[in-house]
């Protein structure tokens, strides 16, 4: 049956304006980075994006290495989009990168001209588009220079193959020179993608600050933790220090720890939320943050989450307790 996106898609998501450009992000965006390669059936993976569609998130972020294995998540992206998604496309904000391993050879990764012109070429040939609307360098080079890198986005968007670009794992001193070279020439910076939740927050020891002076809007990948941000993290801890596998250091699951996230937890029910929810408010609680771009395996997740922009912001009380909380919490990923 031909799907036909809801009517009521934007009612309910709200969208934030992404740094001085011109472009709303949705608050909430679905990133591809697991669940969505050759390792997931496609039918599992098209509920997923479809219903996240009718929630009103038309950003899906993508990367030439994303899967298992590399490629896959693209081309099954590619997929659906030409099976459901083809009359929306303008409404849609599709992202991919590179940067990554991807190919054998010295031209396979990093940040030159050729990877990353190359890889672009072959991320639009599996998704089966025109153009991208945003392109990312993944990660900084530290042996191509730095102009090498931003001419060829440069070159990419007037090309016409991304619409704009963007950086991921820049650290504040990289961002601002790269973001200087682009405005040169004269392809501003729409985004930057950095790893930011209530357990990983280096962006807050200066790239923020880099982000703002710039007009920079950023989105905030594993906004969750890898999963340690959610109601049954708890659990999960407290079975490992039962039953050890090694899987996680013996730090993760102290007495303190536990207590940390039961507290997390309580802040959250007097909400009326889930844990999750409460770190998707917090991601969110300010204009520094533009988007947190979720993960999912089923679509309930993707509800729950989208379900935390219903709540009333944070208070000045309930900031001031999670501060105390997250004081020497540890970031213990699975």
């Not at 934007?10 to 450009?21: C, F, P, Q, V, W």
């Not at 207590?259 to 997390?264: D, I, N, V």
Request: negative net charge; glycine residues 8%; aromatic residues 8%.
């Amino acid at each position: 049956m031909p799907y036909t996106a809801s009517e009521q898609r934007y009612d309910e998501m709200t969208y934030a304006r992404s740094g001085k450009s011109g472009i709303r992000l949705p608050q909430i965006a679905l990133g591809l980075w697991q669940n969505f390669g050759g390792n997931r059936t496609l039918d599992i993976q098209e509920e997923m994006i479809l219903r996240s569609f009718d929630l009103g998130i038309n950003h899906f972020d993508l990367a030439n290495n994303y899967g298992p294995p590399p490629g896959s998540a693209e081309e099954n992206f590619g997929v659906l989009f030409k099976k459901h998604l083809r009359p929306y496309r303008d409404e849609l904000l599709i992202s991919t990168k590179a940067g990554y391993y991807m190919w054998k050879g010295p031209y396979g990764e990093w940040g030159s001209r050729k990877n990353l012109i190359a890889s672009l070429d072959q991320s639009l040939d599996r998704m089966g588009l025109d153009y991208v609307d945003i392109f990312y360098h993944h990660r900084p080079d530290p042996n191509t220079p730095l102009e090498e890198t931003m001419a060829a986005l440069d070159h990419i968007v007037r090309q016409g193959k991304a619409l704009y670009v963007g950086l991921s794992n820049y650290d504040a001193k990289q961002t601002r020179e790269a973001v200087a070279i682009l405005r040169s020439l004269g392809t501003p910076c729409l985004v930057h993608q950095p790893n930011y939740s209530m357990l990983n927050r280096w962006i807050e020891d200066g790239l923020q600050d880099v982000l703002d002076e710039q007009g920079v809007g950023s989105i905030a990948f594993c906004p969750l933790g890898r999963g340690q941000l959610t109601n049954k993290y708890v659990d999960k801890i407290k079975e490992e220090r039962a039953n050890p596998t090694g899987n996680l250091k013996t730090e993760a699951y102290t007495d303190e720890r536990i207590a940390k996230f039961e507290a997390l937890q309580a802040v959250a029910e007097r909400r009326g939320q889930t844990i999750s929810q409460l770190a998707l408010n917090w991601i969110l609680r300010d204009n520094r943050v533009t988007s947190a771009l979720i993960g999912a395996s089923r679509v309930s997740q993707i509800e729950e989450n989208v379900a935390a922009l219903k709540a009333p912001s944070l208070t000045s009380e309930e900031l001031k307790e999670i501060e105390s909380i997250l004081d020497g919490i540890g970031n213990y990923a699975w």
